[in-house]
């Protein structure tokens, strides 16, 4: 499934977040695509709501990735400071790329050879004019 939608402000964006997050099965690997400030990280905000998560998720960038409980466990990783997939693995990463149980969403899965092409959902943010975004959602 394709489709591309237009998030005018950061609140569409969470709410395209809230659409996926509640569709989403146990398993499952989210990559997030799209340059720093499009919206990676407020698209993953809504995510986690779908998955009816009450804690605040905020940027894991030092942490490289972050657990919250909910409707499934939801793992938000940022590989922006991962070159590799070895790099992962040296800090336990890798089992969650897919998940065992619960969700992982990656930010900068392109940093890493073969992740995009291994995940169930894929999001593709481009920055438009007056912090509008086009968002294209492919699931496969
Ligand atoms: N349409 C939009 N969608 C998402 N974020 C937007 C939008 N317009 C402005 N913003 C702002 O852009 C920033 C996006 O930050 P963030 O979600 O952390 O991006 P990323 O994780 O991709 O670096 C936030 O400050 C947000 O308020
Ligand atoms: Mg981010």
Same mark, same amino acid.
């Given at each position: 499934?394709?489709?591309?939608?237009?998030?005018?402000?950061? $609140? !569409?964006?969470? !709410?395209?977040?809230? %659409?996926?997050? !509640?569709?989403?099965t146990d398993g499952t690997l989210?990559? =997030?695509? /799209?340059? =720093?400030?499009?919206g990676k990280t407020t698209l993953t905000k809504g995510i986690?709501? /779908?998955?009816l998560i009450t804690e605040v998720v905020t940027s894991p960038s030092y942490l490289l990735a #972050?657990?919250?409980?909910? #409707?499934?466990? =939801?793992?938000?990783?940022?590989?922006?400071? $991962?070159?590799?997939?070895? !790099?992962?693995?040296?800090?336990?990463?890798?089992?969650y790329l897919p998940p065992e149980a619960g969700?992982?969403? $990656? %930010?900068w899965p392109e940093r890493i050879d073969g992740l995009v092409e291994r995940s169930d959902v894929h999001v593709r943010i481009e920055l438009l004019e007056e912090g509008a975004r086009r968002v294209h959602v492919t699931r496969r």
């Open positions: 499934m394709d489709k591309t939608i237009i998030a005018r402000d950061p $609140i !569409e964006m969470e !709410e395209i977040g809230i %659409e996926i997050g !509640e569709t989403l989210v990559s =997030l695509v /799209g340059p =720093l400030g499009s986690a709501k /779908g998955l #972050r657990t919250y409980a909910g #409707r499934l466990v =939801l793992h938000h990783i940022d590989a922006y400071r $991962i070159g590799s997939l070895a !790099e992962f693995a040296e800090v336990g990463l890798d089992d969700v992982s969403v $990656i %930010e």
